[in-house]
């Protein structure tokens, strides 16, 4: 059998908040976004569970051919600056967007710590531990886009309060479509923020604006011989419990 899977994030609008010092972001519009706790509300994230439990009732394994993700609109970014002889920094005007499709599930310190190294590849020593214990075959499919300002569609230059449309600055594919005979995918989005506009910096973005996603996955969903999905369905209870 042929599928489709289809996996659909909620677009994410965050400004500064005036009330947590320190460059804190509040939601301007309420989704199921929350922030991971422990980073001053900079790191935000969304999860949810693609149920594979009826193929797998059938003791059947979904082999995945290619992934691939949609977008609905543009990424918007305003920023702030009191002082014109203070620019806006290259690195006050950045942020980073990591998707990940998982047979394992990710703990919110895990996915903190997955903004400095993708999951399944060998870790940093100061991340070791943290980030989890992945292996590639954890990740159906990961990306990582690190956005930037395009000033091409916006304020011409960064010395006053202005706004542009994000430009992809820097992207990475890590996905693995691993073969799969677990009951569940599981799926976060995660961004990560410098810290916000406050009276105190005199500048950094103020508002961000980012739009719903698709993860599409298009797979084929078959029987395959008995000893070869009982160890697959062994592989999958073993990876769950290593995370």
Known sequence: ????????????????????????WKMSDVTDYVPIPGYNNQYWFT???????GYTMEDLTVYFRNSFE?????????????????????????????????????????????????????????????AGNFNRTHIIHGTCINWGIDTSFGADVLTDTGAA?????????????EPTAAENIYCYRVIYLPAAYDRTSERGLDRVSIPSKRVLLNCMIDEEPQLQYMMRLKRSYELANQV
Do not use: C
């Open 47 to 53: 999860e949810m569970k693609l149920d594979l439990s």
């Open 1 to 24: 059998m042929d599928r489709i899977l289809n996996v659909e994030f909620a677009s994410l609008y965050l400004e500064d908040d005036d009330i947590i010092a320190g460059g804190a």
């Open 165 to 177: 449309l994000g430009r992809v600055a820097d992207s990475q594919d890590f996905s693995s479509l």
């Open 70 to 130: 949609q977008r609905a609109a543009f990424t918007d970014i305003h920023w702030k600056v009191d002082d014109s002889t203070k620019p806006l920094r290259a690195f006050d005007g950045t942020f980073s967007e990591t998707t990940i499709l998982s047979s394992v599930p990710i703990t919110p310190d895990q996915l903190a710590n997955m903004g400095v190294s993708a999951p399944g590849f060998i870790v940093p020593p100061t991340i070791a531990g943290r």
